[in-house]
């Protein structure tokens, strides 16, 4: 054994004992040599990892010139030799060192060339993938926090990077995506926890009378139902819909609603989530005062705006939507904490998974009516056309008021669709459609969604293909035996309604605690010891405390941000409480 090589495995007996074995794996498909002139350079049939006239040099352009500061993520595809880390290293020092340092090799082969021919001591403080299938390494992504740094780089070795390119753009492409997905939903939950806990609060004396969702469960058990989704595509079935309107089940996403109204369609179901002003004009005819809930349910998250809690005419049943969080082995569901206080005083509430869309809510209702199949349709998550949503939806007409001379509706939302990080993949018909990351994550939450196979089906007449939901002609299956029955209403379950006392009683004590948590507040965020007690005395403050710690590097300003909110949610209960029918405390 040579003075390199036995150096070597001493270091990774310590640091990667695992991958000892792996370097006498030989692949005899892969073509892998070493030469030393003109320099040092692993070859894959007969193409260099490195430069073949300067691998140095090449290793100073390709880290030269980068921010490097502690908080920062730097991935590297493909090691080869690890000139350009180890230069990295010695350029940037200290600064170098306090970095997250990734490096991904796809071939054991090519990293047994290395520890046989280079010192890798330089690769100390590294996170190190060899040979690792995609999954592996796709989970340690997951596992990073876009909180926690500042900014990430990628640096391919460009001979590796070519000669195993699938692999790394995969690899690419994810972190790129997780990324941007996490981040946007850190800020989005920062943007939306005050407005969810408000409406919360506000929705609580529209709440009262009412009943959970759990008087619904099992009310279609065996029977087939439609789900609607508001994609672009739903146009194309209206009159597919229209004819088995009596006979199936309808369960429509609040966007659907004027489209399926205008044409003549009554949903037996809405589904609404949005907590936004915005989702008050999905429901404008409605609540304009035409006739139209008669039989109609309303199904809704107990964040949704609340004028629509309000103003609903018709039978009203509420939930709340719970997001599934993959811990290794183990699964979780995890829903907003203000929800778990709330629980103490109203009937038991079965929630809903969310998967993002109002439309993987409506299936997941589907399912809990115990609907037996459930096809979805208008799911395109895809821009169809160039369109966002269905015509008539209030999305289009929002784009309509966009509309001039020089700029036609259609040019209105190509613009906005334009700014979206687009990706073709593949749809329903095979040819490639026009997604992006966003619909993207729906797709990746179907996926783990196993028990769809054979029970859900993808009836969209044009989009994205959809793991674990076959696609079928929507025309075909609702003219088929399916549906030769004429539908009966859907029953209701014995079922205890949210009482005015319990309701005042949860606001009262709401207050309280805040009262309580805006005292303790200051000396609380100052420890990581206070932080833990205060979160165990008040946890429905976890998400707004911690995305605010997280997004304020001053704990003046988060104290200061928080204090404010406090304020702002105890005179919204001090309003429910009114409205609700009790006094002012």
């Known amino acids: 054994m040579n003075e390199i090589l036995n150096k070597n495995i001493v270091f990774l007996s310590r640091r990667f004992p695992d991958l000892i074995e792996g370097l006498t794996q030989k692949d005899e498909t892969a073509a892998f040599s070493f030469s030393r002139s003109p320099g040092p350079n692993i070859y894959f049939k007969n193409r260099p990892f490195h430069s073949k006239a300067d691998p140095l040099k090449e290793a100073i352009n390709l880290v030269k010139g980068l921010t490097v500061k502690p908080g920062y993520i730097f991935i590297f595809m493909g090691i080869g030799l690890g000139y350009h880390i180890e230069t990295f290293i010695e350029m940037y020092g200290i600064n170098a060192k306090n970095t997250t340092i990734i490096a991904i090799e796809k071939s054991i082969e ?19 993938f060899i040979n690792r299938e995609f999954k592996h390494v796709a989970g340690f992504f997951e ?28 690899l690419e492409n994810y972190f790129k995506n997780l990324t941007s997905g996490k981040l946007s939903d850190v800020l989005t939950r920062f943007a939306f926890e005050s407005l969810w806990m408000k409406n919360i609060i506000e929705n609580v004396p529209a709440l009262i009378g009412k009943k959970p969702i759990n008087t619904l469960k099992n009310a279609l058990k065996n029977k087939p139902a439609l789900v609607m989704g508001a994609g672009p595509s739903l146009l194309r079935q209206m009159e597919t819909i229209k004819k088995v309107s009596e006979k199936v089940h309808l369960i429509a996403v609040d966007t659907a609603l004027e489209p399926l109204l205008k044409s003549g369609i009554k949903p037996d179901v809405i ?21 139209y809930s008669n039989g109609m349910k309303l199904v809704t998250d107990t964040t949704t705006y609340p004028k629509i809690l309000k103003y609903w005419p018709g039978e009203l049943y ?20 203000l929800m778990d206080h709330l629980r103490g005083y109203i009937p038991s509430l079965d929630p809903l998974e969310c998967g993002g869309s109002v439309t993987t809510t409506a299936i997941e209702l589907a399912l809990y009516l115990g609907a037996d199949p459930v096809i979805v349709t208008g799911f395109d998550l895809s821009y169809t056309s160039y ?23 259609q040019t209105a939302m190509i613009d906005s669709i334009r700014k979206r990080k687009l990706q073709r993949i593949q749809g329903v018909h095979g040819d490639p ?21 054979n029970r859900v089906f993808n009836a969209t007449w044009e989009g994205a293909s959809i793991p674990n939901m076959t696609h079928i002609g929507l025309e075909e299956t609702l003219l088929s035996r399916l549906f030769i029955n004429k539908k009966t209403p ?11 006392k319990k309701s005042l009683e949860f ?47 001053k704990h003046s300003s988060a104290s200061s941000h928080m204090i404010m909110f406090l304020n702002l949610m105890e005179r919204q209960i001090d309003r429910s409480v009114i409205i609700a029918g009790g006094k002012r405390g």
């Open 507 to 553: 606001l009262g004590d709401l207050k309280k605690q805040i009262k309580k948590a805006r005292a303790e507040l200051e000396n609380s965020l100052t420890s990581g010891a206070g932080l833990a007690n205060f979160l165990k005395s008040y946890p429905f403050l976890k998400n707004i405390l911690l995305e605010t710690r997280a997004l304020y590097s």
């Open 110 to 128: 090519a990293f047994s060339i290395l520890v046989n021919n280079r010192d890798i001591s330089f690769l100390e403080g590294a996170h190190l």
């Open 318 to 337: 509420f939930s709340e939507s719970v997001s599934r969080v993959n811990e290794g082995d183990n699964i979780r569901y995890e829903g907003h904490p």
């Open 143 to 170: 596992k990073l926090n876009p909180l926690s740094f500042k900014g990430y780089r990628i640096i391919r070795l460009r001979g590796a990077f070519s000669s195993f390119s699938d692999y790394y753009t995969e």
């Open 271 to 291: 589904v609404t989530l949005d907590a936004q002003f915005y989702n008050l004009f999905d429901f404008f005819s409605i609540l304009k005062g035409k006739k």
């Open 490 to 500: 859907i029953p209701e379950l014995p079922g205890e309604k949210v009482s005015k």
């Open 433 to 453: 459609v026009l997604s992006d990351f966003v619909f993207l994550k729906y797709i990746d939450w179907v996926k783990e969604k196993y028990e769809y196979k």
């Open 387 to 409: 369109m966002t949503h269905i015509n008539s939806s209030a999305v289009y007409t929002l784009f309509s008021t966009k509309e001039t001379r020089l700029q036609t509706l």
